[in-house]
């Protein structure tokens, strides 16, 4: 058996087809090597897994600062209103009360 690594295009086909041997009326695809098919394996597989690290890690970062910077900014946007209004208007609330309250107490003493 011969042991090179062979990327040719027969090789290939059989490998996308998951045989060894394909065969043909003229027999295009002979005894594809079994070497030659583990090596095709681990050359995509590493090819495959240090693209897909390389890209990802670009993607993921340009893609989650500008999502996160919009998104964060929309969302604290929002909640921060809302969260402030709400708060606020209970703030105010309470002390009027507590204000008028008082006020009241105050002019109930003094009569």
Request: proline share 0%; hydrophobic share 45%.
């Amino acid at each position: 058996m011969d042991m090179k690594f062979d990327l040719s295009r027969q090789n290939l086909i059989c490998l996308v087809r998951g045989q060894r041997r394909f065969l043909q009326a003229n027999d295009t695809c002979s005894k594809v090597n079994t070497y030659s098919l583990i090596y095709i394996y681990l050359y995509l597989s590493i090819y495959l897994s240090i693209y897909l690290s390389i890209y990802l890690s670009i993607y993921l970062s340009i893609y989650l600062s500008i999502y996160l910077s919009i998104y964060l900014s929309i969302y604290l946007s929002i909640y921060l209103s809302i969260y402030l209004s709400i708060y606020l208007s209970i703030y105010i609330y309470i002390y009027i009360y507590i204000y008028i309250y008082i006020y009241i107490y105050i002019i109930y003493m003094l009569q």
